[in-house]
């Protein structure tokens, strides 16, 4: 038979082993930024949040910055999420996501196509190029994310760019050309996570491009995570000409259905919202970020 102190030793070392496990796990909060009119925070500085305001302002535990170009194609671009993602939220460490436009396309594109490979685990030391080290060699399947919150989701892309008002030589604006983005990928294929959506509507000056309410640059059936082939025409209650976008997951007035484990949490009723960051965490991005520092600990 065992000495009782040494089955109380045993006992004291696996305890401080679980505690040493449980210190070591850490929480980061990830912004995937979106298109790009002008300059971005530098790729592979998870501390430049030039792109979305003062880097001081809260917005999520050990939040980080996953810089892309904001103008290459989703494609193209993936890798510099892939690396944030492998960074982050792997091993012990746990990631919220937060995306904002494009970067919603992004996200999604990078969960149905890579969610599902083998990452291997990484030490959250970042490199000047973003990459992490390896923590132990071993690997595990996708990422360990808790949720992903939307700021006007552009996974449904937008009639912008089916009408050129941007660049049209620019790739990312190919991508988000409303058929083309809701065929990039399986959308629905979210690995099990929630894309919580938060959809703006004070659109004023491109309100007659984009079907329903919108921000001036994503339409409801965008930034609600409406699925189909092509956008549709989705308001707030109350507006006669136009199905309502419903909150949750409940299927839409008219019958549209959300992407599985899309939900929207915030419909912009009384249109205070429009797409613009202004350098300075603004519009529906500003809503998101109050929802992230109460939630993402």
């Known amino acids: 038979m065992r000495p009782i102190h040494t089955v109380g030793a045993l006992g004291l070392f696996l305890a401080s082993s679980l505690a040493s496990s449980l210190a070591c ?24 949040f030039s792109y979305w305001g003062p880097a001081t302002t809260p917005a999520g535990v050990n939040k980080k910055a996953v810089n892309w170009d904001g103008r290459s194609s989703i494609a193209s671009q993936s890798g510099k999420v892939r690396n944030a993602l492998d960074c982050f939220c792997t091993g012990s460490n746990w990631c919220y996501i937060v995306t904002y436009s494009a970067g919603d396309l992004m996200m999604g594109y ?8 083998a ?59 409303t058929a083309t983005a809701r065929a990039m990928y399986n959308h629905n294929d979210t690995r099990n996570i929630w894309f ?41 209650p109350g507006d006669w000409f136009c199905n309502d976008l419903t909150l949750g997951t ?30 300075n965490w603004g519009g529906i991005v500003g809503v998101v970020r109050s929802a992230v520092v109460n939630s993402a600990l």
């Open 25 to 48: 796990a850490t929480n980061y909060t990830l912004w995937i930024n979106g298109r790009a009119g002008g300059a971005v925070g530098a790729p592979g500085n998870y501390n430049d």
């Open 110 to 117: 990078t969960l149905a196509n890579y969610g599902g490979t």
């Open 119 to 177: 990452r291997l685990k990484k030490n959250a030391s970042p490199g000047s190029s973003g990459v992490c080290g390896n923590s132990d060699g071993s690997t595990q399947t996708g990422w360990n994310i808790r949720w992903v919150r939307a700021a006007a989701g552009a996974a449904g892309g937008s009639e912008l760019s089916d009408a050129g008002s941007w660049t049209t030589s620019e790739p990312l604006v190919q991508d988000l050309k």
């Open 196 to 236: 919580y959506m938060y959809a703006g509507a004070r659109g004023t000056l491109y309100s007659s491009l984009l079907p329903g309410q919108d921000d001036e640059v994503i339409a409801y059936h965008s930034s609600g995570g409406v699925a189909g082939s092509s956008g549709r025409s989705l308001c707030n």
């Open 250 to 279: 409940a299927n839409n007035q008219g019958g549209s259905t959300k992407w599985r484990y899309h939900s929207v949490v915030f419909r912009d009723d009384s249109e205070d919202y429009n797409h613009y960051i202004n350098g």
